[in-house]
Nanobody, 130 residues
Framework: QVQLVESGGGLVQSGGSLRLSCAAS????????MAWFRQIPGERRDFVSA????????YYADSVKGRFTISRDNAKNTLYLEMNSLKPEDSAMYYC???????????????????????WGQGTQVTVSS
């Protein structure tokens, strides 16, 4: 199994920036796709961004395109999310996920679904004040 630990969240003013990190340990692999989701209490966990392992293909939710950048350092087993031009509606608990179920070719269509990921971190809170 893979253990994930997120960090880097905090309180920031609207228009500010934060950089989230997700450190992976255990049965990690540079070939595993990894993703970021976010969740507000009482609501579903929403897709934010994902990156495949081998080709490093990236995916973004429309709401964050042009503002957020996902990256990974396979040598450090760490996933990052650079968040710029933050808005109050970006406030949420941010989760890192990996260990997607199913064959690799399904990932390019299934990546936004939280249900396909078996490994999750505990989350890091991001709060953007107006």
């Amino acid at each position: 199994q893979v253990q994930l630990v997120e960090s880097g969240g905090g309180l920031v003013q609207s228009g500010g920036s934060l950089r989230l990190s997700c450190a992976a340990s255990g049965r990690t692999s540079s070939t595993y796709p990894m993703a970021w989701f976010r969740q507000i209490p009482g609501e579903r966990r929403d897709f934010v961004s994902a990156m495949t392992g081998i080709a490093s293909t990236t995916y973004y939710a429309d709401s964050v395109k042009g503002r957020f950048t996902i990256s990974r350092d396979n040598a450090k087993n760490t996933l990052y999310l650079e968040m710029n031009s933050l808005k109050p509606e970006d406030s949420a608990m941010y989760y890192c996920a990996t260990c997607p179920q199913g064959p690799d070719y399904h990932y390019r269509t299934n990546y936004p679904s939280a249900a396909i990921y078996d490994c999750w971190g505990q989350g890091t809170q991001v709060t953007v004040s107006s």
